[in-house]
């Protein structure tokens, strides 16, 4: 089994774990942090996926949201995995979440080299590959070439006051530059989307490595761009995330978020 059908495979089967607590009704959530919360599919969801990678590929390195000890590691080949995005949405009963699932390895300087995402309410699978092109449910998808101010741009609120403030800030200044803003509460989702040409570009200045690390080879390989949200080229340490369908809306976008951030 190729590590991209090892990705989709594992995705859709995480998938259905959280879809069937969902749909029972039966999540249950504890606190995590200020303003965030982590539930036991979180936790199960990982613990599968982990399980499904140190059996098929026992000597590979994992960094996951809800193991993370503020080391990420680094090692040949690296598993990034976020068990559950979107997990507040999750909670309250809204079907905006996903699983998301890269693999990096060295000689890519730790970029995505395969990657898979799959929202199991809304049945989308996103794939890609390095160099091989990207898909939604095994169809090819390419990033839209709308400028921004016929698109929709999308941005996840921060938990955190002071990168919801900087995105705010950023709204406002971008605003007669877009069509409309949206917010889906789901960065991996959100970043699919402006892979599969829905929107023209999304930003979120609090984001994770687990959070965008599939979804920023999807985008590139549909044809879009990634950053974080000063412009910066970005890596594994990267908090934040901007993406766009060209070059010229994600320099508009990092523009007027970047100076916003104060850290």
């Given at each position: 089994m190729t590590e991209l059908e090892f990705a989709k495979k594992t995705c859709l089967q995480a998938g259905r774990l959280l879809k069937q607590t969902f749909a029972s009704g039966g999540v249950r959530a504890s606190p995590k942090g200020r303003n965030d919360i982590v539930t036991q599919a979180d936790k199960a969801s990982q613990e599968m996926i982990f399980n499904a990678i140190r059996k098929q590929f026992p000597g590979d390195a994992l960094l996951g949201e809800e193991s993370f000890n503020g080391n990420i590691p680094r090692h040949e080949r690296l598993w990034v995995v976020d068990p559950l995005d979107g997990t507040v949405n999750y909670e309250a009963g809204l079907p905006f979440y996903c699983t998301s699932i890269a693999l990096a390895n060295s000689t890519a300087s730790y970029q995505p080299i395969v990657g898979a995402v799959y929202a199991p309410v809304l049945e989308?699978?996103?794939?890609?590959?390095?160099?091989?092109?990207?898909?939604?449910?095994?169809?090819?998808?390419?990033?839209?070439?709308?400028?921004?101010?016929?698109?929709?741009?999308?941005?996840?609120?921060?938990?955190?006051?002071?990168?919801?403030?900087?995105?705010?800030?950023?709204?406002?200044?971008?605003?007669?530059?877009?069509?409309?803003?949206?917010?889906?509460?789901?960065?991996?989702?959100?970043?699919?989307?402006?892979?599969?040409?829905?929107?023209?570009?999304?930003?979120?200045?609090?984001?994770?490595?687990?959070?965008?690390?599939?979804?920023?080879?999807?985008?590139?390989?549909?044809?879009?761009?990634?950053?974080?949200?000063?412009?910066?080229?970005?890596?594994?340490?990267?908090?934040?995330?901007?993406?766009?369908?060209?070059?010229?809306?994600?320099?508009?976008?990092?523009?007027?978020?970047?100076?916003?951030?104060?850290h």
């Open positions: 989308e699978l996103y794939a890609a590959e390095k160099g091989k092109g990207a898909f939604l449910n095994g169809k090819a998808i390419r990033a839209s070439q709308r400028p921004l101010r016929e698109g929709l741009v999308s941005i996840t609120m921060s938990k955190d006051r002071e990168n919801m403030l900087a995105s705010t800030q950023a709204m406002r200044e971008l605003h007669s530059k877009v069509r409309r803003f949206r917010s889906i509460g789901s960065i991996a989702i959100e970043s699919c989307g402006v892979a599969s040409g829905r929107f023209a570009a999304m930003f979120n200045p609090g984001g994770k490595p687990w959070d965008s690390a599939a979804a920023n080879l999807i985008i590139s390989e549909a044809g879009g761009c990634y950053s974080d949200c000063r412009g910066e080229p970005w890596t594994l340490e990267s908090t934040g995330i901007a993406a766009a369908n060209a070059q010229e809306n994600l320099k508009a976008i990092t523009n007027a978020i970047g100076k916003h951030l104060k």
